[in-house]
């Protein structure tokens, strides 16, 4: 089974930083692009930032570019996301997610992590 837990979140001040990881297993790891989401109360989930298998290419929502870096270490089966200068509107449960399109599917299976709670207040 498909499995990805993510660990790292808690409270933190404004203009602070934390670091997210996401540990994945039932992959290939080095096989798939990884992605980070957030979602806030009363508002839709959101692509944060995202990474791709070969080569190192990521990409960013406009709210988090230049404070957000998604990186990725095949070694260890791990995804991370460095928040730093965190703003109160970036509070959020984070999800790792994974997709996976199996053979003949129109539509990818979508796996999540459980979620971590990042809470930027004063």
């Known amino acids: 089974q498909v499995q990805l837990v993510e660990s790292g979140g808690g409270l933190v001040q404004p203009g602070g930083s934390l670091r997210l990881s996401c540990a994945a297993s039932?992959?290939?790891?080095?096989?798939?692009?990884m992605s980070w989401y957030r979602q806030a109360p009363g508002k839709e989930r959101e692509l944060v930032a995202s990474?791709?298998?070969?080569?190192?290419?990521?990409n960013y929502a406009d709210s988090v570019k230049g404070r957000f870096t998604i990186s990725r270490d095949n070694s260890k089966n791990t995804v991370y996301l460095q928040m730093n200068s965190l703003k109160p509107e970036d509070t959020a449960v984070y999800y790792c997610?994974?997709?996976?399109?199996?053979?003949?599917?129109?539509?990818?299976?979508?796996?999540w992590g459980q979620g971590t709670q990042v809470t930027v207040s004063s």
């Open positions: 997610n994974v997709d996976r399109w199996p053979s003949g599917w129109s539509s990818p299976i979508r796996y």
């Open positions: 039932g992959i290939t790891f080095s096989n798939y692009d």
């Open positions: 990474i791709i298998s070969i080569g190192g290419s990521t």
